[in-house]
């Protein structure tokens, strides 16, 4: 079992709940609907409670073992679910809501997640590696291929940073030449099913943050973290399939 794999199975010891609040004259259930599937998780139960009438509009309390950790709207909570999937170096801000919402979640492992969410994620990410502008980026989109349609933007993220990023992916592909970006084809089936992020922070370890997630029949196994030491256990996974020979 690769360090990728029991971070999926072991991480988010800490139970979480969402409790869904809302009105008489809200179905609080059609209002919680899309966030319980959207958080069906091995680590999140999903409640409901009726708020008396004339109360506030629906909102959703999140508590991690017993203790308060975040309230959101419920129609704010949606509008996150589905973030602009921008790169973060091309926009004004991130929404803070959402940076929020990352943090919330940290060490919560997700089922079914679509691309988007992926994307979401990784767009988080990289705009905190972008504003720390500095520090080692290591990034596995599984095949070097899949890497293709992100290159102009990475290279910018490079020529823009002092930031030292390194993309990892089975060997399909023949990547550019990219000044400040370094490619590693390898022929490392276990770590090909993950995408993945990672990275340290720079000089200040409490902006290192990750994203681990692996291909499923129904969508995407996933999980976020600003752990700095679980982003290095997942930065040296990576790190080492540098040394692996690639098929050829």
């Not at 890497?147 to 993220?157: K, P």
Request: proline share 5%.
């Amino acid at each position: 079992m690769t360090v990728l794999d029991q971070l999926l199975a072991g991480i988010g010891e800490g139970k979480r709940r969402f409790t869904i609040y809302a009105s008489d004259g809200h179905d609080e259930r059609d209002d919680g609907a899309d966030i319980e599937e959207r958080f069906a998780s091995r680590d999140v139960d999903v409640d409901y409670r009726t708020l008396p009438p004339g109360g506030p509009e629906p909102f959703v309390l999140i508590e991690e073992d017993g203790e308060f950790a975040g309230v959101f709207g419920a129609r704010e909570l949606r509008s996150l679910l589905e973030p602009p999937i921008v790169r973060p170096w091309k926009r004004t801000d991130v929404s803070e809501g959402y940076r929020v919402l990352f943090e919330v979640l940290d060490g919560t492992v997700f089922t079914a997640l679509e691309r988007r969410n992926l994307l979401a994620v990784s767009r988080e990410i990289e705009d905190r590696a972008y504003r720390v502008g500095t520090g080692t980026l290591r990034v596995s989109f599984q095949t070097l291929s899949t890497f293709e349609s992100q290159a102009d933007a990475y290279r910018d993220l490079a020529a823009e940073t002092g930031l030292d990023v390194h993309i990892y992916g089975l060997a399909d592909w023949t990547p550019p030449e990219v000044p400040g970006i370094t490619f590693h084809g390898h022929s490392n089936e276990s770590i090909g099913r993950y995408w993945v992020l990672a990275f340290d922070g720079g000089s200040d370890a409490t902006q290192a943050c990750g994203l681990v997630a692996r291909e499923q029949p129904d969508g995407y196994l996933g999980v976020w973290t600003s752990d700095p030491g679980t982003v290095r256990d997942v930065a040296n996974e990576l790190a080492a399939t540098e040394r692996e020979p690639t098929a050829g």
